[in-house]
């Protein structure tokens, strides 16, 4: 079974960065497809970006293609999401995914899931 512990979340201003940290446990992580996913108070998890297990690929979502930038350190067990010029609107609680059938964008593509960690972005 994999273990997902996400850090790096906190406080931001409006425009800012911030760098998310996904370490995995297991030695397979290769093998797993990576995803990011966010949610908000009251709304529906959505799918942020993803990565192939060897970091060959990525996908994106529309709304953070150009700014949000998903990476990995196959050698460290460790997936990256680094956010540039927040937006308030995307105060959430971000959650990494391990799956192992692909690297799609749906909540079921994916097989584990960690504890999450907040992101919250003043305006």
């Known amino acids: 079974q994999v273990q997902l512990v996400e850090s790096g979340g906190g406080l931001v201003q409006a425009g800012g960065s911030l760098r998310l940290s996904c370490a995995a446990s297991?030695?397979?992580?290769?093998?797993?497809?990576m995803g990011w996913f966010r949610q908000a108070p009251g709304k529906e998890r959505d799918f942020v970006a993803s990565i192939t297990g060897s970091g060959g690929s990525t996908y994106y979502a529309d709304s953070v293609k150009g700014r949000f930038t998903i990476s990995r350190d196959n050698a460290k067990n460790t997936v990256y999401l680094q956010m540039n010029s927040l937006k308030p609107e995307e105060t959430a609680v971000y959650y990494c995914a391990a799956g192992w059938l692909n690297f799609g964008s749906r909540r079921k593509d994916y097989n584990y899931w960690g504890q999450g960690t907040q992101v919250t972005v003043s305006s």
């Open positions: 297991g030695r397979t992580f290769s093998s797993y497809a």
